[in-house]
């Protein structure tokens, strides 16, 4: 019983992002030993992973698996999983799915593409809504008054490509709400290009964020940023339909 307590504390640590051994360990007070073995043993059978060797530690495919499966077909990563698969087919890079988490969103999952050149993971992570794609669909379905107190608590720029004006921000809001996705160009993350579309609900509120994002140097091909916009809104509307029960998960 208590290996077991203490393998749920740790992965309620890494349920908030990717964390070192250190920090997991400050964070549920065991020695860093005791965490290292932990760690070792949920990463052998898939409930954390590391991306690089002495990199921090997050949680596992296998984990989010088990998830996914534990609700029914309605469950957002279940429902995801399949179009996740499809867009990266159509695509050629990672597809992701994601949901808000205040001023944030976090990422719940997301598929590569068998490439010898791939961007890290970016499951359990979370980041400013006006610096990605997926973020900014949230951000364009929102009431004025709600963007206006959005706005009023700052917005930080990670990269010189980080649109933080808020006058500017309202115009691409607009245009976004129009187009139904979004384009950003190393907004967030130098060297990372990516694309979104919003997942809504039958009252019309985002509910979800399909995004695919690839190496900045041969990702988008500029005669395909509309294809893929489509391609995103295709699978957003799919994945709504799903979650709604309109359409059976095995289609």
């Not at 760690?39 to 996914?68: C, F, K, N, P």
């Not at 009431?143 to 959005?150: G, T």
């Not at 309202?170 to 139904?180: D, E, K, N, P, V």
């Not at 190496?215 to 339909?241: E, K, Q, V, W």
Request: hydrophobic letters at 45%; one cysteine or more; a negative charge.
């Amino acid at each position: 019983m208590q290996s077991i307590s203490r393998a749920f504390a740790v992965l309620r640590a890494l349920a908030v992002g990717p964390q070192g051994v250190t920090d997991v360990a400050d964070h549920v007070g065991l020695p860093k030993s005791t965490v290292a073995r932990l760690l070792t043993s949920l990463e052998a059978v898939g409930a954390v992973a590391q991306d690089d060797t002495g990199g921090d530690y997050r949680i596992g495919q296998g984990l989010i698996d088990i998830i996914g499966a534990a609700g029914d077909d309605r469950g957002l990563l279940a429902a995801a999983r399949p179009h996740l698969h499809s867009l990266v087919n159509q695509v050629g890079e990672t597809a992701g799915v994601s949901v808000r988490a205040d001023r944030t969103v976090y990422y719940l999952d997301q598929v590569q593409p068998e490439s010898e050149v791939q961007v890290r993971s970016w499951i359990g992570e979370y980041c400013p809504l006006h610096l990605v794609p997926s973020g900014l669909v949230y951000l364009a379905h929102l009431s004025p008054e709600s963007l206006e107190e959005y706005f009023a608590d700052g917005l930080e720029a990670t990269t010189a490509n980080s649109m933080v004006d808020p006058d500017a921000l309202w115009t691409r809001l607009a245009q976004i709400a129009s187009a139904g996705y979004v384009w950003v160009y190393e907004e967030f993350a130098v060297g990372i290009n990516s694309a979104a579309a919003p997942v809504l609900n039958e009252e019309g509120t985002v509910v979800a964020a399909l995004h695919v994002h690839g190496p900045a140097y041969r990702f988008p091909d500029p005669n395909r940023t509309h294809d893929i916009g489509l391609m995103l809104i295709a699978a957003a509307s799919n994945l709504a339909d799903h979650l709604a029960g309109r359409v059976p998960l095995s289609t």
